[in-house]
């Protein structure tokens, strides 16, 4: 499940759920739902998120480990 690397990606680049929301022009309560894992993320927020975070969106899913894709 996706919520525990949102939550991680968010608090380690030390943002609140607030300017992750604003990112992604939605309400913070929103963006509280896909932390908690109350509301599938849609994927256009995904890779907004991704490229964002400057990161792949297997690894925001956890479909890997490495943060950013191979690129071959």
Known sequence: MYLKRLKELRQNNKYTQRDISKILNITRQQYSLYELGKRDIPVNLLKKLA?????SA??????????????N
């Open 51 to 55: 490229i964002f975070y400057n990161v």
């Open 58 to 71: 297997d690894y925001i899913i956890e479909l890997t480990k490495n943060k950013v894709l191979d690129e």
